[in-house]
């Protein structure tokens, strides 16, 4: 097993792992009694909500056709297996990718903090990027608590505010410490975002208090290391 020096080069360690080789666990070895299964009206939620969205909102056609045939409207499936079909539509488009104005759009509609962010300066494409989401915030504020908001919020500024530094983890060609890749993959895993959607998915409202205590704590915390497997 290779011992990551502190003061190695990116380019060094990525050289040190080179015939190396890893196994990983099988998830359904580790969870007999889980048997994950599709929402029941997935295809539909694909073909009549989720493609067309995408069609709306991402105008390059070859990008377009990328973006369907991905299906990640599946995990989102997986997440919502019993939940209405209008919340397997709303998360499937939940997932969509983030850009600059992202922390200042996030607040605004998720809860209604400061003003709407001035995206005239950007591209048709980074508009629509944040645009895409707002009948996603729409429905999320419909149905949850303010707080419940707030939490959501919360967890998805964590992720969306580390994108735009990805590369800082290796500043300066050099390996970071073990405390700060945890800290920076955990971050950018965008498990966290995620796990605070299943409020929403399930109708059930959420406190800071509640999500404060150790077992909830060690719940995103176990949770995000099966993600990063």
Not at 19 to 39: A, I, M, T
């Amino acid at each position: 097993m290779t011992i990551i020096q502190q003061n190695q080069s990116h380019s060094d360690f990525r050289d040190s792992l080179r015939g190396q080789s890893v196994v990983l666990p099988n998830l359904y070895s580790l969870f007999p009694e889980w048997k994950p299964r599709l929402h029941p009206e997935y295809a539909r939620a694909r073909d009549e909500s989720l493609n067309p969205w995408i069609e709306r909102w991402v105008p390059d056609p070859v990008t377009s056709r990328k973006f369907q045939a991905a299906e990640f409207g599946v995990f989102a499936a997986i997440m919502c297996a019993d939940a209405s079909y209008e919340k397997l539509c709303t998360m499937s488009k939940s997932f969509a990718w983030y850009r600059e104005k992202s922390l200042q759009y996030f607040r605004h509609v998720l809860c209604g903090e400061g003003e709407f962010p001035d995206l005239s300066g950007f591209s048709l494409e980074l508009q629509y990027a944040l645009l895409c989401w707002d009948e996603v915030a729409a429905h999320i504020r419909e149905v949850c608590s303010k707080e419940t908001c707030e939490v959501l919020l919360e967890k998805k500024l964590y992720y969306v505010s580390s994108v735009d530094t990805v590369d800082t983890i290796c500043e300066g060609d050099q390996i970071p410490s073990l405390v700060e890749y945890w800290d920076r993959r955990e971050r950018t895993a965008g498990v966290y975002p995620v796990i605070a959607t299943i409020p929403f998915i399930y109708g059930q409202d959420v406190s800071h208090a509640e999500l404060a205590t150790e077992n909830m704590r060690l719940l995103w915390r176990h949770t995000s290391y099966l993600v990063h497997m």
